[in-house]
């Protein structure tokens, strides 16, 4: 298993601001996961986040605006860019800690309001 | 591409009701099937998996069955409380698409038990 702490766990922030959010491991993981969930919505992934490579990013989502560093197995940090109220959302950190088909382990996210 | 259906809700049940949340999937390899569960303001917890064919998932009284067949993978407990009010999701992974545990989620049920 793996437990995840994720900071902050809510914010309100401005439009056109920047809020990072931080995901730490308490143990060492190849693979974090940046997931957003819209307000009554289910779960999409943003990117993928793999130590000491560029994050590979889904469908939709780009780099200027979720830029994501990794400087080591226990830790990654999403950044939401120059925001606006449709970035309200919960954003979540997910690490799977297994070799095959094991369950991913989430934080308990980040709520984010952009005002 | 691989995706996840599972029924519309909100869904409200009286206390010590039977549930049946429905589940269906679409996959062309052999995917983990998972019930993820997010009770009010908080994260996503593993609620139940399962990792092939024939497969029963099985936690706090629910359960699953990984139905090959049907392609389906619903989620059952004999005797709903208040304390299961949340919303549930269904989700698959498939290690042969992608060298990690892509997770994709289904859209969420809301469950609401009332006394």
């Known amino acids: 298993s793996a437990v995840i702490s994720q900071k902050p766990s809510r914010d309100i922030c401005q439009r056109g601001t920047s809020l990072t959010i931080q995901c730490q491991v308490d143990?060492?993981?190849?693979?974090m996961f940046w997931y957003r969930q819209q307000p009554g919505q289910s779960l999409t992934l943003i990117a993928t986040?793999?130590?000491?490579?560029?994050?590979?990013?889904e469908s939709g989502f780009v780099i200027d605006k979720f830029p994501i560093s990794r400087p080591n197995l226990t830790f990654s940090t999403l950044t939401v860019s120059n925001m606006s109220p449709e970035d309200s959302s919960i954003y979540l950190c997910?690490?799977?800690?297994?070799?095959?088909?094991?369950?991913?382990?989430f934080g308990q996210g980040t709520r984010l309001t952009v005002v | 591409g691989d995706s996840v259906t599972q029924m519309e809700g909100p869904v409200t049940l009286s206390e010590e009701a039977f549930l049946t949340i429905n589940c269906t999937y679409t996959?062309?390899?052999?995917?983990?099937l998972f019930w993820y569960v997010q009770y009010p303001g908080e994260g996503l917890q593993l609620l139940l998996k399962?990792?092939?064919?024939?497969d029963k998932g099985s936690n706090k009284g629910f359960e699953a069955t990984y139905r090959k067949e049907t392609t389906s993978f619903h989620l059952e407990k004999g005797s709903v409380q208040v304390s299961d009010s949340a919303v549930y999701f269904c989700?698959?992974?498939?290690?042969?698409?992608?060298?990690?545990?892509?997770?994709?989620f289904g859209p969420g049920t809301s469950l609401s038990v009332i006394p």
């Open positions: 143990s060492q993981v190849t693979m």
């Open positions: 399962a990792t092939k064919a024939d």
């Open positions: 997910s690490v799977e800690p297994g070799q095959t088909n094991t369950e991913a382990f």
């Open positions: 986040a793999n130590q000491g490579s560029e994050a590979t990013y």
């Open positions: 996959a062309t390899g052999y995917p983990s």
């Open positions: 989700a698959l992974s498939d290690r042969l698409k992608t060298s990690y545990d892509k997770v994709i």
